[in-house]
């Protein structure tokens, strides 16, 4: 009764009181809506969340290892999870390549931003792992206060989680692409590479992309403390290749030595490569890398890299970056000697000697300049020099403001300020068959974690936890960024 006749009260001192009423009422209906959308948008990140570590730890359990045929079955179950999201047969393909395999999954834009796919690149495959020399089952997500751990928590079970959680989320959503959205997954990138090169070479849906985003590098450095150093953005790869000399001799017995020996000669040629050092080489995004690595790292070695960033010339700076085996391969072409092998029998002369080399080429320079550049060095035309394999060149991918603009949007609310830097892989991914073929491609992964954690390809490989559950968002950002309705 009171609150009646204290609104009665109010109808004669305020005419429009009930206006009012409305007024306020509506105000906290839209409160209401507000919060209840809010609560929409939790249970929305809790599902894509669940489902994100959900895949993660399927994926990690199947141990798909080079020789034991085990990727398929991870390619049938993925393929599994984006059809019961609504991806439709056809827009799943599924690649067979003999004891591997690749998955496509086409998420089709309205094409109303009239731009070309954007593809989306991570590896299915692990390198072994012997569980013996784990301080856990490699084959399991096992977890502890701060990590995750398991073959391929990191080297690119974790990208391919995220992106294909990403997919699931967008579709659940209602989200249409405003361009072509192209998930690439390979299944030998840490072997032969045979699906990559199918992906990037053979598959004319991918081959009309505009660029590729690939999963398995690039992300944030973090300091021990977890205070973010940078994100890097690799552009770039040096192309790997290996060369075996081999000295031959017609041998003998050991009792009746000959002037000429295999094994000297092969050592003299090696002796010559050891003292050799390619020409220093960098390009505006290798400056740009040393002079703000230079920056953070301080000391000497920070005034070698900023010295080296304002003038590539200067030797000192140079001979310094020279010796740091992290640093020195972005400065020029490495080669390195990893192998030996020689003679038949302990009281013969050797009739063979072979060293392999393996070389890490800057972008831009032929594996064939590279060959005779060495066949010079080692002056000796009797030394048999063989190219190993079938080495991929592959060019720079000039950064472009569209897409370091969405990687920002993902990054930096994260982690503000953060240097956003290009950099060159000296290992290798898929990404170079794709740079190869002609798209562009920058590897951007999720994760911020510190350097001295990364256990790729090691033992005992794991993920920070808070790495995962920080960077769920990142991909589904980027993507929003770049193939949203608002870019039409
Ligand atoms: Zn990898």
Redesign the pocket.
């Known amino acids: 009764m009171i609150p009646q006749t204290w609104s009665a009260a109010l109808q004669t001192i305020y005419p429009n009181t009930r206006n009012l009423l409305i007024m306020r009422i509506l105000i906290s209906l839209l409160g209401l809506l507000i919060s209840l959308s809010a609560q929409a948008d939790e249970i929305e990140s809790t599902e894509h969340a669940k489902k994100a570590l959900e895949i993660y730890s399927k994926v990690v359990s199947i141990p798909t290892v080079a020789g034991r045929e085990r990727v398929p079955e991870m390619v049938e179950y993925l393929a599994d999870e984006f059809r019961a999201a609504g991806f439709a047969d056809q827009d799943i393909h599924i690649m067979p390549k003999g004891e591997t395999a690749a998955l496509v999954v086409h998420y089709k834009g309205d094409g109303s931003a009239n731009k070309k796919p954007i593809l989306l690149l991570g590896?299915m495959d692990v390198v072994e792992a012997l569980a013996k020399d784990w301080q856990r089952p490699p084959f399991k997500l096992t977890q502890d206060d701060t990590y995750f751990y398991g073959r391929g928590s990191i080297?690119?079970k974790y990208g391919v989680s995220m992106l294909s959680a990403t997919f699931i989320r967008l579709k659940k959503q209602g989200f249409v692409p405003s361009r072509d959205l192209i998930i690439a997954f390979s299944g030998d990138?840490?072997t032969g590479m045979k699906t990559t090169r199918m992906l990037a070479g053979e598959v004319p849906l991918l081959a009309n992309a505009e660029f590729a985003l690939n999963s398995?590098?690039g992300g944030g450095s973090l300091t021990a403390k977890g205070k973010a150093i940078s994100y890097r953005v690799q552009a770039a790869e040096k192309t790997y290749v290996t060369f075996e000399l081999t000295a031959r001799n017609p041998g003998g017995h050991s009792s009746r030595p000959r002037a000429d020996n295999a094994i000297y000669e092969l050592m003299a040629a090696l002796g010559k490569i050891q003292k050799y050092r390619f020409a220093v080489m960098s390009s505006d995004m290798t400056r740009n890398f040393f002079r703000i690595s230079g920056q953070q790292i301080g000391g000497g070695l920070g005034a070698a890299m900023i010295a080296f960033a304002d003038n590539p010339d200067n030797r000192q700076a140079s001979d310094r970056l020279a010796e740091e085996p992290s640093y020195v391969g972005t400065t020029r072409t490495t080669c390195i000697a990893t192998m030996l092998q020689a003679g038949h029998a302990e009281n013969a002369l050797p009739q063979s000697a072979t060293a392999t080399v393996n070389c890490r080429i800057f972008p831009g320079v032929s594996v064939a300049q590279v060959k005779s550049q060495l066949q010079t060095v080692v002056d000796n035309s009797e030394i048999e020099f063989v190219t190993l394999g079938d080495p991929v060149e592959s060019p720079i991918s000039a950064l472009r403001d569209d897409v370091m603009a969405a990687i920002s949007k993902a990054v930096h609310p994260r982690y503000p300020g953060v240097n956003i830097m290009a950099y060159m892989e000296s290992g290798g991914?898929d990404g170079m068959h794709f740079r190869s073929a002609g798209i562009p491609t920058w590897a951007v992964s999720g994760a911020f974690m510190n350097p001295n954690e990364m256990f790729?390809h090691g033992l005992n490989e794991r993920l920070p936890i808070k790495a995962f559950y920080d960077g769920l968002d990142h991909w589904t950002i980027i993507l929003k960024e770049l193939a949203g309705q608002q870019n039409n």
Do not use: G
């Open positions: 590896h080297d690119n990138e840490e398995d590098a991914t790729a």
